[in-house]
């Protein structure tokens, strides 16, 4: 990994949604093979296809294995069937399962070291789910593939705003059960791990929302902040991790407060993306922490009303590929650092003059 450029696998997802349009127009600057070598799992006759309707010039080569990608070119690798047909914006079984095909392929070429990272361009959830297949989406799958001992954690970020969650795709009537002492303690470590292997932060600050509406006021709408979240806020403390709250969300995004943190640790799913999308959309990354894969995907989905239409940004899918570079060389200059117990010393040095004292952010509702 150290001797060659890094090799980003990227699986092409649904076919008949914009993951080729997106992946396309990303690799049609020279620029962006410069920094990394992309490979393609998919099919090299629907890129074309893309390529053709939507009169792009990205070349490709195809190849037959990740060791023969070259170096400032976009390869691809033939994953799934010659006859699979594109039908822009219709969710198709067939399409689901060459992405399926496309995933799998790419996991066991990271497993043997053949790429470094993978991005994955958006799928359909339904249309993936067979008798092989039986998960949420990606990164349940890719969890299952890297070891049960592993815990994944979904962390959406622009720059300097990272929303992290502690559940992901359940349903909101099932939330309140999942949200545990032990549980938000975990997320809470890989979280401040993240921060700081993944993205450098030395004595990384973490914003923790409330569950209930005006972080339960005092109990009067809900006891879940005084009976686990602050209870696994000052565990957590006690093991040197830098978390503040529990705030009401909509207090503390509303005031702008979330720029005074290096991540937000949100309960539950649409708590913590509804405000980063809202924000963030069009050059949101997805990131799932807490694995040894770098895996990031586009904080978008497969956008069947603008398939074929040349109108998908590819901002998002760019900067996803942006971000699995800077993690990648991040975890390699934290393998060195740590290789070096002096350096290692040195890099971890706290002060704690830098804790914030910011407990006190109220919902003004």
Known sequence: MRERQIRIG???GDINGIGYEVILKTFSDPQMLELCTPIIYGSPKVATYHRKALELTTNFSVIQTAEEAEPYKLSIIHTCEDELKVDLGMPNPEVGRSAVDALERAIADFQKGEIDALVTAPINKHTIQSENFAFAGHTEYIQAKMGEEYTPLMILLKEDFRMALVTGHIPVSDVAKHITVETIKEKLRIFHRSLK????????????????????????????????????????VAEGIQCFGPFPADGFMGSGSYLQFDGILAMYHDQGLAPFKALAMEEGVNFTAGLPIVRTSPAHGTAYDIAGKGLASESSFRHAVYTAIDIVRSRIQEETISANPLRKHFYDKRDDSDKLKLDTIQDED
Do not use: S, Y
Not at 201 to 217: E, K, Q, T
């Open 10 to 12: 990227i699986t092409h």
């Open 197 to 236: 292997v993944d993205f450098g932060i030395n004595n990384p600050r973490i914003a923790v929302f409330a569950l209930n509406p005006h972080a339960g006021d005092n109990g009067l709408i809900g006891t879940e902040e005084q009976t686990i979240i602050i209870p696994a806020m000052e565990e957590a």
